[in-house]
């Protein structure tokens, strides 16, 4: 298996530029799982979807970011406008099930920085 | 609020001796317990687990401890290896949540 697929890699862009993560997770994985790594907050889980269903977005900074998922391949997170202080690390990961005992399995991420 | 904290952000050992990664949690609701080793430029991968219903569990090199009546838990690498450089990250689940502590990057020197 080719593991949870993360695009792109590494985003520059400008402050009001609306950007967009790209994720595919691990075939036959029902949960994804959006995360945001920084130096102050450490890893930060953003957005959980189970089945395609948003199921808690409490961790989504504000109405700027948005996730979406329309189909069990495919997900994408989006900010709108983009802001200095959104740059750092995004995760997207995949688990089998979604609850303890399910491993979460972890794509690259994308760095990104906003100017 | 950080629910699990990984109080030393780096630790030095020497090829061959033991390597000591120490994890506090303060959520008593937590049952299960990961660690996940991340490289540069790539996602974290899941190394090792406990329960919350066990004490111990090992794998190779690597074993979990778990002291719930001190909510704390750490990670022994037994013998650690150049290999193992990188930083290791504690993990509490409850529920489908992960809370992860900030990390503590380990350098193993020949």
């Known amino acids: 298996d080719a593991g949870v697929i993360q695009s792109p890699r590494h985003e520059v862009t400008e402050m009001g530029q609306e950007v967009t993560l790209r994720c595919k997770p691990i075939s036959g994985h029902n949960s994804l799982f959006w995360y945001r790594q920084t130096m102050m907050r450490g890893l930060e889980l953003l957005i959980y979807f189970n089945n395609n269903v948003p199921i808690d977005d409490s961790g989504m900074p504000e109405d700027r970011f948005s996730a979406k998922m329309p189909n069990a391949s495919f997900s994408t997170l989006k900010i709108q406008p983009s802001e200095p202080r959104d740059s750092a690390v995004y995760f997207c990961?995949?688990?089998?099930?979604?609850?303890?005992?399910?491993?979460?399995?972890f794509g690259p991420g994308t760095r990104l920085t906003v100017l | 609020d950080q629910q699990v904290k990984q109080n030393s952000p780096s630790l030095s050992v020497q090829e061959g001796r033991i390597s000591i990664l120490n994890c506090d949690y303060t959520n008593s609701m937590f049952d299960y317990f990961l660690w996940y080793k991340k490289y540069p430029a790539e996602g974290p991968t899941f190394l090792i687990s406990?329960?919350?219903?066990?004490d111990k569990n090992e794998d190779g090199r690597f074993t979990v401890f778990l002291n719930k009546s001190a909510k704390h838990l750490s990670l022994h690498i037994v013998p650690s290896q150049p290999g193992d450089s990188a930083v290791y990250f504690c993990?509490?689940?409850?529920?489908?949540?992960?809370?992860f502590g900030k990390g503590t990057s380990l350098l193993v020197t020949p």
């Open positions: 406990i329960s919350s219903i066990k």
């Open positions: 990961a995949s688990s089998l099930l979604g609850g303890a005992p399910d491993t979460q399995y």
């Open positions: 993990a509490a689940n409850s529920g489908y949540a992960l809370n």
